[in-house]
Each structure stands twice: as structure tokens, then as C-alpha cells.
């Protein structure tokens, strides 16, 4: 079974912290996405990579900076947080073979204090 | 750009069938997938379609009209345990999924 792990499920930050949300993943997938997820405004994409040391916008990459040192891990970086940061985040990965489906993690719920 | 439309409510009776559409813009067409989501849970892939017809897959069917931009997603049998979201996405080229923002379907007794 693939498997797309975030390192938290629910996180508390202060505005102005910087924020760190890592996912990991094991089926050796080239391509990574950050998501976020708001009630009425569905999957917005932040950012994506398509192979090490590599990294996309999305689009709304504002407030956003990601990470790719190795294939298995992509990490999200808040800068500052703010409170219109307090969303729900989803990883995903997949393989770069065009016609295969995304695997999700858990999410991680931020709320921006 | 992108542009996906689907329902966002959707209220249907255990035992029963409900279809799920999904109309899309889009430029580079190269594949519409379905997933479902339960609530506070991740997504998880349902159905794939690139072209023209209907896959069926158990209870789920998804169809698809590249001339139309349409797609639906066909849920049969009914049961409380399909009560979630259900999100329409479209990939042009190869390029990230664009997410539609989703049909959350209620499935009462």
C-alpha cells in the first residue's frame, strides 16, 4: 500500500511563527503537491515538485515556501504564519507516469492563532 | 486555466442511485479522475477516465465526454457508508490535478 504520512494532524501555531509541515512518502513517487483545503473553496493548489531539489508554484504560492532535498519528503514552510493561513493541508504524491492516480495523506489541520 | 463545475449538495436514498455530474473547461485535456473524501479524512482515488465511455468499477461508474467537457459519477445500491464528498479533478498536459470544489452527497435511510 502507498503510504503518505504528514508529520501531524492537527497543529496550533502563533501568528508569526514560522511553520514547518512535513510529509513523507514511501513508493518512491517522483512528484509531490501541497494542498490546502477550505470549506466552499475546495483543493487549492501551493506549491508542487517534480523531482529533488525541484519546486513549482502552485496557485497560491503567497505566504509559501516548500522544500525537496530528498525524493521521499516535501516539506511545507509558513514563513510567518497568519490567520489566513488556518486551513487544511494535503499532501500528495504520485508516480510521473501520466495516467496514474494521486495518493493523498491524513491532513494536517493548522489553525493560526 | 480551469474550470470545474459540480453541484455542491446532493441528498439521495439508501438503496437507491445517484449520479454525480461534472462539467469542465479546460485546454490539453489528459484526464478527469473522481475521488471521495469522508469527512476530516484524506482523498481517496475512486475513478479514472481519458476517454470517451464508461468505466465501471463494482458499485462506482464514472463516464466521460471529452467533446462535451462532462463527466458523472454513478453510485448504485446506495449505502450510509457512501455518504462523503465526491471531487471531480482534471489534469491538462502534465500538469497538478485542478480540484473542482466538490459534491458532498448525504445518503439517508
Known amino acids: 500500500d502507498v503510504k503518505v504520512t504528514q508529520s501531524s494532524r492537527y497543529l496550533v501555531k502563533r501568528t508569526g511563527e514560522k511553520v514547518f509541515l512535513e510529509c513523507v512518502q514511501d513508493m518512491d513517487h517522483e512528484n509531490m503537491f501541497w494542498y490546502r483545503q477550505d470549506p466552499g473553496l475546495g483543493l487549492r493548489l501551493i506549491y508542487f515538485?517534480?523531482?529533488?531539489?525541484?519546486?513549482e508554484k502552485g496557485d497560491i504560492p503567497e505566504g509559501y515556501s516548500v522544500s525537496r532535498e530528498k525524493k521521499e519528503r516535501f516539506s511545507l514552510i509558513l514563513e510567518s504564519a497568519s490567520t489566513n493561513q488556518t486551513s487544511m493541508y494535503l499532501c500528495?504524491?504520485?508516480?510521473?507516469?501520466?495516467?496514474?492516480?494521486?495518493?493523498f495523506g491524513q491532513g494536517t489541520r493548522l489553525t493560526v492563532v | 486555466g480551469q474550470n470545474i463545475d459540480q453541484p455542491t449538495e446532493m441528498t439521495a436514498t439508501e438503496g437507491a442511485i445517484v449520479q454525480i455530474n461534472c462539467t469542465y473547461q479546460t485546454s490539453g485535456f489528459n484526464g478527469l479522475f473522481w475521488y471521495q473524501q469522508h469527512a476530516g479524512e484524506a482523498p481517496t482515488f475512486l475513478s479514472y477516465?481519458?476517454?470517451?465511455g464508461l468505466e465501471e468499477k463494482g458499485r462506482f461508474s464514472s463516464f466521460l465526454s471529452r467533446s462535451k467537457g462532462y463527466s458523472y459519477l454513478l453510485l448504485k445500491e446506495l449505502q450510509m457508508k457512501d455518504s462523503a464528498s465526491y471531487l471531480c479533478?482534471?489534469?491538462?498536459?502534465?500538469?497538478?490535478?485542478?480540484f473542482g470544489k466538490g459534491t458532498r452527497l448525504s445518503v439517508i435511510a
Open positions: 479533478a482534471v489534469r491538462a498536459g502534465n500538469t497538478p490535478l485542478v
Open positions: 477516465n481519458v476517454l470517451d
Open positions: 515538485s517534480y523531482d529533488v531539489k525541484m519546486k
Open positions: 500528495a504524491s504520485k508516480s510521473e507516469q501520466a495516467n496514474t492516480e494521486a495518493f
